[in-house]
């Protein structure tokens, strides 16, 4: 479960700057002394700044891009297993920190042991051989490792005095055979670490995985405030304890220290959590999360908007443009034909949260003859227009075939069509009007 694993590395990064430090380096990153700082950890004094005793010690700034393995455990028959992957990109230049997580079902080439779940590298090989199947995953280099036993979860929120949340709906689940006892009632409530346990874990919805995601985002913004009010520092001291004990890491002192800081610093939107892109399937008579390699290398390698900028994927840029669907013109056959060759390939974004939509709107375009390599969830289905976007870069091409798509789906609204610097090939965002867009694409049966 991604949550646990980014919930232990949040903690760890408000740890350092609030209370103390992590890894048991109170002294030795927070010296009473400052300039004691490069000594404790062995670099040399051009390498650290005075600094005002209440702002911490100083560190350099991350440079460059630095990707952090995490790993959530779950101890299982006196063994570990690998219940949650992740690779955590901490990108500088772009000032951001985005988490992509692999589920743990999905069908990977683990070297030395051919096509197996991925969650079955570590038991054969430990973090190590993890690593080289997230690298040839990926095509990423690994630099770090971070290993959270979320077992922890339910303490540590006992220790911040449990949390006060609105519960949209009564969640009720049972499950003997895993243990699992989830009843929580509908309305505001405050939850101890048992019950807060159930509330991130519960995804027996129709929302499925979708509305547990919800919640937990939810959920953490709560636990982040919490953590950072002045009430919270005399039981620093407990949560540290508590947090150390649940992680393993190679990271060094430093570089933990410099992540941490980097990743306090932005602002809540400059931090993407994502889900590696696929679809439930088969392999001979065993169940897999079938990935979407393509997708996942897309997403891997796209980049949020420079702050300040609008993001098109996480704010509904329709709704102050008006409607997408308005009078659009019919298609002859001779035009379809000119707007297929200009659009090429596109992708297909969800923001309305309709199950199915991305393979009904493929399998529509696909039947028009346009290619579509890459289809999956915006960061939000609250998109009410749906919107057409294209790579920044000034590319006229891509601009033109955005163009084309828009009119090809019926959106005469020239302010729907927008560059997006995350975007890698152009495609479409649908909104809540999608069935006036799929309607007319279902038109086109020439």
Not at 23 to 50: C, H, I, M
Request: charged share 25%; with cysteine; aromatic share 8%.
């Amino acid at each position: 479960m991604r949550f646990f694993k980014v919930f232990g590395i949040a903690l760890l990064i408000l740890l350092a700057v609030t209370g103390g430090a992590a890894f048991r380096l109170k002294e030795v990153l927070f010296p009473k002394n400052p300039l004691d700082l490069g000594q404790s950890l062995a670099v040399g004094s051009d390498d650290v700044q005075p600094e005002r005793e209440e702002d911490g010690p100083y560190v350099d700034p991350v440079l460059g891009t630095v990707n952090v393995l995490i790993v959530g455990l779950d101890n299982v028959d006196g063994g570990s297993r690998t219940d949650a992957i992740a690779l955590a990109i901490f990108d500088a230049d772009n000032k951001a920190v985005r988490v992509a997580s692999i589920p743990r079902d999905s069908r990977v080439q683990i070297p030395g042991r051919g096509w197996d779940k991925i969650n079955h590298a570590y038991v054969y090989g430990g973090i190590g051989l993890l690593r080289e199947t997230v690298v040839n995953l990926t095509g990423m280099a690994v630099n770090y490792f971070v290993m959270v036993n979320y077992k922890s979860f339910p303490r540590i929120i006992d220790l911040i005095g449990g949390i006060d949340i609105h519960v949209d709906k009564p969640l009720k689940y049972t499950d003997y055979s895993g243990k699992l006892f989830i009843d929580i009632s509908k309305g505001q409530q405050h939850m101890d670490g048992r019950t807060a346990l159930g509330y991130v874990r519960f995804r027996h919805d129709p929302l499925g995985d979708i509305g547990r995601v919800q919640r937990q985002q939810k959920f953490m913004d709560i636990v982040l405030s919490k953590l950072k009010s002045p009430a919270i520092l005399p039981r620093i001291p407990a949560l540290i304890d508590e947090v150390i004990a649940a992680v393993d890491t190679d990271l060094t002192p430093l570089e933990a220290l410099k992540l941490m800081q980097f990743a306090n610093a932005l602002p809540p939107d400059r931090v993407q959590m994502f889900m590696a892109p696929g679809k439930a399937g088969y392999s001979g008579n065993l169940s897999y999360w079938i990935l979407d390699t393509v997708g996942l290398s897309l997403q891997l390698a796209a980049k949020l908007p420079p702050e300040g900028q609008q993001d098109v994927l996480s704010a509904d840029a329709g709704e102050a443009s008006g409607d997408a669907v308005l009078a659009a013109a019919p298609l002859t056959e001779e035009r379809l034909k000119e707007l297929r060759e200009r659009i090429g390939k596109i992708g297909i974004l969800n923001g309305d949260g309709a199950s199915g939509l991305g393979r009904r709107a493929s399998r529509l375009f696909q039947r028009i003859g346009i290619e579509v390599p890459y289809a999956g969830n915006a960061r939000h289905f609250d998109y009410h227009s749906t919107n057409i976007i294209y790579p920044a870069g000034g590319k006229e091409a891509d601009r033109e075939a955005a163009l084309a798509l828009a009119e090809l789906c019926g959106i005469t609204n020239v302010g729907l069509v927008r560059e997006d610097r995350r975007a890698t090939l152009v495609s479409i965002i649908f909104g809540h009007d999608k069935d006036t867009v799929l309607k007319r694409l279902e038109s086109l049966n020439f």
